[in-house]
């Protein structure tokens, strides 16, 4: 394994730690026991110096913060082999944005049809992409104002359905992008996404049309507005007077 494979790595879990609570690897018992084996057997074999340096370099530390970018994380996904779905993965979609961005917008996966190939700058799908500037622009948000990115990482052909597992595996990507951007809001689309962040067994049309509260990896809270994916209102056009609710509702609260 390269050294930049194992520093991913080790960013990744860390950052898994993170997302569980876990700030520090405590000394217990059994690692002091095995520090103490460790002193004894370099005893005699090396000096004084050097055996302080090794037993600081194994010596359980407090975990340090790790500083990325949304670059960095997007050079991760591009490498990603943490799920099956690498496999059948036609563009990695780390999402499209500036760190600066006001509000956070995520949807579900990117998926392309037999007749079409997936460009990289592409999130949602050719017309979902189309709908959603439309949406964002009748709300007075410029490109620079937003993040839009998926749960999934993976575009993935029309046939290949992801499982809860795969999910999973993209979530902490997820919780990092936000760690970045600080987003102001989050506007989840579609109800994988929503669920995804709010963990609530509620449908979508009980949960949208009010802010719920999704917990960041830094302790703060981040208003979360869910509300129907572009895809759906392209089928349901009658569903699109709730969708421009919720979004007056996000135009208000950026104003705020």
């Given at each position: 394994m390269?050294?930049?494979?194992?520093?991913?790595?080790?960013?990744?879990?860390?950052?898994y730690?993170?997302?569980?609570?876990?700030?520090?690897?405590?000394?217990d018992?059994?690692?002091?026991?095995?520090l103490?084996r460790?002193?004894?057997?370099?005893a005699g074999?090396?000096?004084?110096?050097?055996?302080?340096?090794?037993?600081?370099?194994l010596?359980p530390?407090?975990?340090?913060?790790?500083?990325?970018?949304?670059?960095?994380?997007?050079?991760e996904?591009?490498g990603c082999?943490?799920?099956e779905?690498?496999?059948r993965?036609?563009?990695?979609v780390?999402?499209?944005?500036?760190?600066?961005?006001?509000?956070?917008?995520?949807?579900?996966?990117?998926t392309?049809?037999e007749?079409?190939?997936?460009?990289?700058?592409?999130?949602?799908?050719?017309?979902?992409?189309k709908?959603?500037?439309r949406?964002?622009?009748a709300?007075?948000?410029?490109?620079?104002?937003v993040?839009?990115?998926?749960?999934l990482?993976?575009?993935?052909?029309?046939?290949?359905?992801?499982?809860?597992?795969?999910?999973?595996?993209?979530?902490?990507y997820l919780?990092?992008?936000?760690?970045?951007?600080?987003?102001k809001?989050i506007?989840?689309?579609g109800?994988?996404?929503?669920?995804?962040l709010?963990?609530?067994?509620?449908s979508?049309s009980q949960?949208?049309?009010?802010f719920?509260?999704?917990?960041?990896?830094?302790?703060?809270?981040?208003p979360?507005?869910?509300?129907?994916h572009?895809?759906?209102?392209l089928?349901?056009?009658?569903?699109?007077?709730?969708?421009w609710?919720?979004?007056?509702?996000?135009?208000k609260?950026?104003?705020?």
């Amino acid at each position: 394994m390269q050294r930049i494979e194992i520093i991913n790595d080790m960013r990744s879990l860390v950052a898994y730690h993170q997302t569980l609570g876990i700030e520090c690897y405590p000394r217990d018992t059994a690692i002091v026991h095995f520090l103490d084996r460790t002193e004894e057997a370099v005893a005699g074999r090396q000096s004084l110096p050097q055996q302080k340096k090794v037993m600081s370099a194994l010596t359980p530390v407090v975990a340090p913060a790790v500083t990325e970018t949304l670059q960095s994380i997007a050079v991760e996904i591009d490498g990603c082999r943490s799920c099956e779905l690498h496999v059948r993965r036609e563009v990695p979609v780390p999402g499209k944005g500036t760190a600066q961005a006001r509000l956070l917008i995520v949807g579900g996966w990117l998926t392309r049809t037999e007749q079409e190939n997936l460009p990289l700058e592409m999130i949602f799908g050719r017309e979902e992409d189309k709908m959603l500037a439309r949406m964002l622009a009748a709300i007075h948000l410029a490109p620079g104002d937003v993040f839009i990115t998926n749960i999934l990482k993976c575009g993935l052909p029309e046939s290949c359905q992801p499982v809860a597992a795969n999910i999973h595996c993209c979530l902490t990507y997820l919780k990092r992008q936000i760690a970045v951007i600080a987003p102001k809001a989050i506007c989840t689309m579609g109800i994988i996404a929503t669920r995804a962040l709010l963990d609530s067994p509620q449908s979508l049309s009980q949960l949208r049309g009010r802010f719920h509260l999704y917990t960041a990896l830094d302790g703060s809270q981040i208003p979360v507005m869910p509300t129907y994916h572009p895809s759906y209102l392209l089928q349901a056009e009658e569903m699109k007077l709730k969708t421009w609710e919720d979004l007056q509702l996000i135009e208000k609260k950026l104003a705020g």
